[in-house]
C-alpha cells in the first residue's frame, strides 16, 4: 500500500492540569484516494447476483456526482487553488467506490458472527475509510465519502441476513453497533455503547484534573503518592494494536465516562492500601491528635468541593468513596486514640513569638463564660497549638513553611472574637496579642476598622483565609 499524507497543524492551544501545560490542537490532512483489496468471505459478487446489480446502481448513482467535481460546492471549489490538488487523481473513481462501499458491505455481513467481530469489522471499515482519501478541513469532505455512510447503512438495514453461529437478537445488536460507529464517524449523533464513546483529550485531562485536586494528596498519608499521580495520567484504555488493513498502530483514549470509572476504581485502590489501620500495623501512627486534625480539614476541604460540583454529576462517584472514607477514618482514630502513645509537638519554631501562657496571662478573663474557655483551651491541646505547663499553658504549635506563627495566632483571636467568644474589643485584643505574644501588628492595620481586618482573614482570596478555616473548622462543634 502506497500511501502519502501530508499534515497541517491549526488552532494550537495551551491546556493546563496537575501543574503541566501542554499544546493541543486540531490537525488536518491531504491524501490523495487509494485502492483497496476485497476480503474472501462465503457472500462476494460471484455468487450473488443482487449484489452485482446494487453495483451497477451505485456507479450509475454515483457518475452525477463526480462528473460535476469539484464545482459541486463552494469548499471543495477551493481545491482549484491548493497546491497538492491535482484534478486528474479524481476522475473516473466511481467504480473504485462503488466496490469500496459493496466490500464493506460483505466484510460485515462474512464476519458479524466471528468471535472477534468488533474488530475485525472496525478496522476493516477505517481502512476503506482511509482510502478515500482527505482534504483539508477548509476544502471540504474526502472525495465522494458522504455517498458511503449512507449508501452502506442503507445495504445493512434491507439486506441483513440472519446467522446459523448466533441468534437473531445478538445479529441484530452487532449489525446496530456497527451502524453506530458509521454514525459516529460521519454524523453528529451521541455513542449508543463506551465502545465507541467520546474521546477527547481535553475533556479527559479536565476530568483527570478534577479527581487529581478533588483528592485529598496533601494529607500526610497520601502525600508519598502525590508526584506520581501528578505525572501519572490513566487517559489509555489499552495498549498498542495494529490494525492488520491500514498497518496503523492505535491505541483508545479513555471515553470520559470511563476514565471516571477508572478513578473511582483507583480511589478505592488507594484508600484501601492506605489508611490509619495499616499505619498503626506498621508501628507509624504515633500522632493521633495530628492525624485527626488533618482528616478534619480536609474532610471540610471535600465538602466544599462537592459543594463547588453539584453539576457535575460524572464526579459524584469518587467523591463519594472518599466521604465514606473520611467518615470511617475520623471514627478508627476517635477510638484509637486512647491506645496511642502521643509524643507532644514541643519543638521550637524558632520565633519570637513563642512565650508561656503564664498564670498572670489570664487568658479565661477574655472569654464571655467558662465552658467556653474549657471548650476551646481542650481542642488547641488535642489540635497541639498549646500544651499545659504549671497552672498554665504553653504555646508549641510549630511553624512550617507554609503556616507562620504569627498569623496562626492573629488567625485565632480573629475567629474567636468574630465567632463572639470574648469579651474585649477587637482593638483590645490586638493590643493583647502584641503584649503577651511579642506579636508587633503594623501601624496600618491599628488604624483599620475591625471589620476591614476580619474581612481580610475570611476573605477566602487572601492567604491569611488558610489561616483562619482551620479555627473555623476545629471550634466548629463548640457551641
Request: glycine share 4%; charged share 30%.
Amino acid at each position: 500500500m502506497n500511501r502519502h499524507k501530508t499534515l497541517f497543524f491549526n488552532e494550537l492551544s495551551e491546556v493546563s492540569y496537575c501543574g503541566h501545560k501542554m499544546l493541543t490542537g486540531k490537525i488536518g490532512e491531504f491524501e490523495r484516494p487509494f485502492d483497496i483489496i476485497a476480503v474472501d468471505g462465503a457472500h462476494n459478487y460471484s455468487n450473488c447476483e443482487n449484489c452485482r446489480n446494487t453495483r451497477k446502481d451505485i456507479i450509475a448513482r454515483l457518475k452525477k456526482a463526480t462528473e460535476i467535481f469539484p464545482f459541486c460546492c463552494e469548499s471543495h471549489r477551493k481545491l482549484l487553488d491548493f497546491s497538492l490538488y491535482r484534478n486528474e487523481d479524481y476522475i473516473g473513481l466511481e467504480d473504485k467506490i462503488a466496490d469500496k462501499i459493496m466490500y464493506s458491505y460483505h466484510h460485515v455481513i462474512n464476519f458479524i458472527d466471528r468471535d472477534d467481530w468488533l474488530n475485525e469489522i472496525t478496522d476493516y471499515l477505517k481502512y476503506v475509510i482511509d482510502s478515500f482519501g482527505s482534504f483539508p478541513p477548509e476544502y471540504g469532505c474526502a472525495f465522494m465519502i458522504n455517498y458511503y455512510p449512507d449508501i452502506l447503512s442503507d445495504l445493512l438495514k434491507d439486506n441483513s441476513p440472519s446467522s446459523n453461529k448466533i441468534s437473531n437478537d445478538e445479529f441484530q445488536k452487532r449489525i446496530n453497533k456497527i451502524q453506530n460507529f458509521i454514525d459516529l464517524r460521519f454524523k453528529d449523533t451521541k455513542p449508543q455503547d463506551d465502545d465507541f464513546g467520546e474521546r477527547d483529550l481535553n475533556l479527559l485531562l479536565s476530568t483527570y484534573d478534577k479527581w487529581y485536586r478533588t483528592f485529598p494528596f496533601d494529607l500526610e498519608y497520601f502525600k508519598p503518592l502525590k508526584e506520581h499521580f501528578r505525572n501519572t495520567i490513566p487517559i489509555l484504555e489499552n495498549k498498542l494494536r495494529i490494525n492488520k488493513y491500514n498497518g496503523v498502530a492505535t491505541t483508545r483514549l479513555h471515553t470520559k465516562e470511563n476514565l471516571t470509572k477508572t478513578l473511582i476504581q483507583i480511589t478505592k485502590q488507594i484508600i484501601t492500601e492506605v489508611n490509619a489501620k495499616k499505619l498503626f500495623d506498621k508501628g507509624l501512627l504515633n500522632d493521633s491528635e495530628k492525624i485527626k486534625m488533618d482528616l478534619i480539614l480536609n474532610n471540610r476541604e471535600l465538602e466544599l468541593s462537592e459543594i463547588s460540583s453539584i453539576d457535575y454529576s460524572d464526579r459524584k462517584g469518587y467523591i463519594k468513596v472518599l466521604k465514606q472514607w473520611f467518615k470511617s477514618e475520623k471514627k478508627f482514630i476517635k477510638d484509637i486514640t486512647p491506645y496511642i502513645q502521643d509524643k507532644p509537638n514541643t519543638k521550637s519554631s524558632g520565633s519570637s513569638t513563642k512565650k508561656d501562657f503564664e498564670d498572670n496571662f489570664e487568658l479565661y478573663k477574655l472569654f464571655k463564660n467558662k465552658e467556653d474557655y474549657e471548650s476551646v483551651i481542650d481542642i488547641l491541646i488535642k489540635a497541639n497549638f498549646i500544651s499545659p505547663k504549671g497552672k498554665g499553658f504553653e504555646w508549641v504549635f510549630t511553624e512550617t513553611k507554609e503556616f507562620k506563627t504569627k498569623q496562626m495566632i492573629i488567625a485565632l483571636f480573629v475567629v474567636l472574637e468574630t465567632e463572639n467568644y470574648l469579651i474585649i474589643s477587637p482593638k483590645s485584643i490586638y493590643t493583647f496579642i502584641e503584649k503577651n505574644f511579642g506579636i508587633r501588628i503594623n501601624k496600618g492595620t491599628y488604624s483599620r476598622s475591625s471589620n476591614n481586618f476580619k474581612e481580610d482573614y475570611y476573605n477566602k482570596n487572601t492567604k491569611n483565609y488558610s489561616y483562619t478555616s482551620i479555627f473555623q473548622s476545629l471550634l466548629s462543634d463548640c457551641k
